[in-house]
Structure formats: structure tokens, C-alpha cells
């Protein structure tokens, strides 16, 4: 019988549907949130060549585009860099033509961080 060494290194593909599950549990933790916070959860992970969206929902009559970032160590806001908004926004030009709507929207940015949701509402470029 072998023995598993918990030290040892983990494979990369380990670590990234470890990675995975983090965010999918952040993005859950998120989708909660906004419900609870008056939220319609419209569609989740959307793709386009630009980049994913995590999760598109309305409030109000206002498309909201969110971003989720979630981190321990570090601030998660900080990896919502001025070319991941511009990608964002990209994206949103997509959703926007792909389902033919001329709404309002904006992006938003969900962060956890060792438990702590905060939620940063229209957010610009120059974050």
C-alpha cells in the first residue's frame, strides 16, 4: 500500500481544478449576495474571445456586468487591472449585439477575501 506525502508538490492539474473550484465557490458566494442584494442573476460565465464574463445580472432597469475576485493574502482588486476592464467591456459589446439590447449597464467588481464580500459598483478603468 503507497502512502500519499501531503508535502509533496501538487501536479499542475490538480492545482488548476483546485483553482477552478475556488473561483466557481467565490462566483456561488457572489450570485448569493446580489440575490440577497435585489439582484436577477440574467446568465453566468459568459464567453466571448475577449474574455469571460462571470455573471450578468439586472437591477433596476441596469444591466450589471461583475467581475468576482477572490483572494487571501492579497487584495482580489488589485487583479482587476485597467486591460481586464477593457476586456470586460469588450465582452459586454458582444452580449450586447449577440442579444440585441440597448440597455443600460455597467461593470461591477464582487471581492471575498478571507470571508468578506464587498461589492464596488461602476466601476472605471481607472481603478
Not at 1 to 23: E, L, V
Not at 91 to 112: K, P, R, W
Request: glycine share 4%; hydrophobic share 35%.
Amino acid at each position: 500500500m503507497n502512502q500519499i506525502d501531503d508535502k509533496a508538490p501538487k501536479s499542475s492539474a490538480n492545482h488548476a481544478q483546485n483553482t477552478k473550484s475556488k473561483g466557481t465557490d467565490a462566483e456561488n458566494l457572489a450570485k448569493e449576495f446580489l440575490q440577497n442584494s435585489g439582484f436577477e442573476i440574467v446568465e453566468c460565465n459568459y464567453f466571448t474571445r475577449y474574455g469571460e464574463i462571470d455573471i450578468i445580472a439586472q437591477k433596476d432597469l441596469t444591466y450589471h456586468f461583475i467581475e468576482v475576485k477572490s483572494g487571501k493574502n492579497f487584495e482580489p482588486l488589485q487583479n482587476v487591472t485597467p486591460k481586464k476592464l477593457n476586456r470586460i467591456i469588450d465582452s459586454i459589446h458582444i452580449y450586447l449585439a449577440n442579444h440585441s439590447l440597448d440597455v443600460a449597464f455597467c461593470v461591477d467588481i464582487v471581492t471575498i477575501r478571507n470571508g468578506e464580500i464587498e461589492f464596488f459598483e461602476n466601476v472605471s478603468a481607472e481603478i
